[in-house]
């Protein structure tokens, strides 16, 4: 299969409509895009680029509950093969603290190439609306990807998403809370489910009733640059210790449960921001009860760099690999079939 790079992507996805991927140049990590205190140049964001396959329908700009909001707006990567038969989906959900970041990130593009449609979602910042706001956004995309599933030719019965630090929170809370009401919200294609079926979480809080006592052990001579308790405060409203009933809501923990969407964690045990034992804490809890959750601890991985290596990224792009082998996608019979012609 002839490839093209993604370079001036942001020259040439400026419009709201599908278009065809013609000539589409190479995308470097874009820093605003990395999780708070990540920087691009060492381990696994070091000199990141995405390809796409010629042919790929990109889609840009659309608000995904229909309003004129922009931090509620999602870019779409359809691969070619969805001109034959529906693929699977990968949604990809920035960092930032809850208080930056956006959708230029490129870490879920690889996936194209593997036969599947991606999105790079936008929400609300804390800056811009507390919690619960966050949720419903994700939760608002994943609908609105349910609702045009047939338009771009879409598997809507295998939804994945992936996430870094708060992108990781709010990943694994949308794998918990298939089917929970009270966190939908009342915004776009609510007659939609918002389930998904897998979740990757890098280095992502999910306890937030244990936060206050776990960083004073991973941070002891407060080395990190980022404060995660006014983070975390920022996005509930106030304190942790004055919004007790936030916090345990915006935990992925609390929802817990065996039928939860099969997930992945990474974690590096240096992380200084956000614990390793908040992912320990989950990994323990889901293996307790039988929940399909797998955990890597990192060594000496801090928060995402050093020592998430591009082997980290390839175990997280074959998880899921295993999503679509379950939709019965044929994308690896056919793109056999076409080598072997090649070949010939």
């Known amino acids: 299969m002839k490839h093209i790079g993604v370079l001036a992507i942001l020259t040439m996805l400026l419009c709201t409509t599908a278009t065809s991927c013609q000539a589409a140049p190479r995308v470097s990590v874009n820093q605003s895009s990395l999780p708070a205190g990540v920087h691009s140049g060492r381990g696994y964001y070091q000199r990141q680029e995405a390809t796409l396959p010629e042919g790929t329908t990109?889609?840009?700009?659309?608000?995904?509950?229909g309003g004129i909001d922009s931090f509620q707006t999602l870019d779409l990567f359809v691969p070619p093969e969805a001109k034959s038969y529906k693929v699977p989906v990968v949604v990809w959900i920035h960092g930032g603290g809850w208080t930056m970041g956006g959708?230029?990130?490129?870490?879920?593009?690889?996936?194209?190439?593997?036969?599947?449609?991606?999105?790079?979602?936008?929400?609300?910042?804390?800056?811009?609306?507390?919690?619960?706001?966050q949720i419903y956004d994700c939760k608002a995309a994943i609908?609105?990807?349910?609702?045009?599933?047939?338009?771009?030719?879409?598997?809507?019965?295998?939804?994945g998403v992936w996430g870094a630090?708060?992108?990781g929170q709010l990943a694994l809370l949308l794998g918990t809370t298939n089917g929970v009401k009270a966190l939908e919200g009342d915004e776009g294609n609510t007659h939609y489910l918002s389930d998904v079926q897998a979740v990757c979480d890098w280095f992502g809080p999910t306890d937030f009733t244990h936060l206050a006592e776990q960083i004073p052990k991973a941070d002891p001579h407060h080395q990190s640059p980022i404060d995660a308790l006014d983070l975390v405060s920022k996005l509930l409203g106030g304190p942790l210790q004055t919004h007790r009933e936030e916090a345990k809501q915006a935990s992925p923990i609390s929802y817990l449960n065996k039928n939860c969407a099969r997930t992945l964690i990474i974690h590096g045990d240096s992380d200084?921001?956000?614990?390793?034992?908040q992912s320990r804490e989950f990994y323990d809890a889901a293996k307790a009860i039988g929940a399909d959750v797998t955990l890597h601890v990192v060594p000496h991985a801090g928060h995402g760099n050093p020592g998430f290596t591009p082997e980290i990224y390839e175990e997280t792009l074959v998880f899921f690999d295993r999503l679509k082998s379950q939709s019965g996608s044929p994308y690896d019979k056919h793109h056999s079939a076409k080598h072997t012609d090649h070949a010939d």
């Open 103 to 133: 959708k230029k990130g490129i870490l879920c593009l690889r996936l194209v190439p593997r036969g599947f449609a991606v999105v790079n979602m936008e929400y609300r910042l804390s800056q811009k609306a507390t919690w619960p706001a």
């Open 143 to 159: 609908r609105w990807v349910r609702a045009h599933a047939n338009q771009y030719h879409l598997d809507s019965n295998h939804i």
């Open 272 to 277: 200084n921001i956000v614990p390793v034992e």
């Open 58 to 65: 990109i889609v840009r700009d659309v608000n995904y509950v």
């Open 165 to 167: 630090s708060a992108g």
